[in-house]
């Protein structure tokens, strides 16, 4: 996802930084990460046999756990956008730049 970010003052002048998505996900991309999220890390690494000749089995380690969380959520993020299930925001700058210049537009015509 993108996000930007803007500069805004309070009711008593103080500025924060506000961040923002400029994209979101549709139903189907939601229901897709939530599938990721619960069956993408299930998963073991064959890691030999026991003593009966069974196979073992063990879990990741943090740095292969990492590397496929990634590698999920970056493939799935590129079927998301190919599929069109990526939905773009307005730009939250250019929306108030609008609203700005109707207000400014507005106080012009009242002073007139």
């Known amino acids: 996802m993108t996000t930007k970010a803007r500069i805004e003052r ?3 002048g103080k500025k924060s930084v506000v961040a923002y998505e400029t994209e ?3 139903h189907v991309g939601r229901l897709a990460c939530v599938l ?3 069956w993408g890390m299930v998963v073991a690494i064959p890691d030999g046999e026991d003593s009966a ?3 073992r089995m063990r879990l990741p380690t943090p740095a292969e756990l990492s590397s496929r969380a990634l590698d999920i959520a970056e493939t799935l ?3 998301l956008r190919a599929r069109g299930h990526v939905v773009a925001l307005p730009d939250l700058n250019e929306i108030n730049a609008e609203n700005d210049r109707v207000e400014e ?3 012009a015509s009242r002073r007139a």
Request: aromatic residues 6%.
């Open 53 to 55: 000749g069974r196979q």
């Open 24 to 26: 979101t996900l549709d």
């Open 36 to 38: 990721v999220e619960k």
């Open 77 to 79: 993020m590129a079927v």
């Open 10 to 12: 309070d009711y008593h």
């Open 105 to 107: 537009a507005k106080e």
